[in-house]
């Protein structure tokens, strides 16, 4: 079975047709611009050479169209026609609390997702745009919606409510929700699957660290609790986000520069995090490179980072009465051993280190802790795209 993955974003969509069988990629791509000038599609074969093709794209529909027409194309396609994709997987960023699982879409889902439409303004709204986009072009192919905030929905209320009023949460449903949901998911069953074990019966701790970057402590194969909050904002410090602060700051700053909630939230959300405490980039690449060359800024902002990772793993082991594993992944906590090895330096109380050998490999699964170490901490690359035609297949 062939699974088209969709992730729609308000002026892009990114896409993989996956074999469910082989589990192999069979052509990815990323249609960009959407509805501006100079929209572009990206598309690359397995084994092949990458081909732009620039062409004007005024809405999802036609940039679904142009998805298709390269996925069947005679030179670049890897298909010979659209009867070849038997079902689509759609990423959609907010379930609110009517998702714990992935579903297969009709009328009444997406009327659903409508409604989480308040909690994920930029996003679910794209998301539906894509879902209404394939529709039309594949009009009796099978579709399944797969949730970033579905596996979260395990946490107890205890960690999910904020010490704001009740009425807050009655009214407006205002709780924390996490999101990379279909990564911590993925992540730790592989974690687990690895060891040898069954997932219910070990204590994980998740590090998703890439652009957006969120923790999790999953128990017994289920979420207890994660770092991201209502929005993708709260928890880690991250690329170009804060994560936690103390809210009183927002009025301080909105003061103090003369803006709106809304101009200090788009500050906290784009010109924060190690990009704007390092001044130098988002890209722990350069980070990395300025603190060598001896940037004080870098070097702060690396620190901050993995100290607030090292926190919320301390604060997830209190939350699970102990870990058996903690798991890296995403670009930088599958890429970057750097930032593993200054988070390692925190985990001499629970009996752990990690080994510098095994560390210095990149985007591959390893243990990194070292023999006899009472946790085991390593490095499982994620793969939300094969995560969601999983789902896809197993809902169809
Ligand atoms: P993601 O959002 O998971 O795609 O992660 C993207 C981030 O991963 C980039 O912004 C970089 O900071 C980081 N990254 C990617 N490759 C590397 C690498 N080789 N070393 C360090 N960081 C990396």
Redesign the pocket.
Known sequence: MNVLVINCGSSSLKYQLINSESEAVLAKGLCERIGMDGARLNHTPAGGEKVVIEHPMPDHTVAVQLVINALTDANYGVVKSLDEIDAVGHRIVHGGEKFASSVVINEEVIKAIEECNDLAPLHNPANLIGIRACQKIMENVPMVAVFDTAFHQTMPEKAYMYGLPYEYYEKYKIRRYGFHGTSHDFVSARAAEILGKKREDLKIIVCHL???ASISAVKNGKCVDTSMGLTPLEGLIM?TRCGDIDPAIVEFIANKENLSVSEVNTIMNKKSGVEGMSKVS????DL?KAMDEGNALAKMALEAYTYRVAKYIGSYVAAMNGVDVIAFT???GE??GRVRAMTGEYLDYLGCGIDPEKNAV?GEEIIISRPGDKVTVMVVPTNEELAIARQTVALI
């Open positions: 890439g652009n957006g690329g988002s890209d722990f690449r990395s995403a670009g930088i890429n970057d990149r």
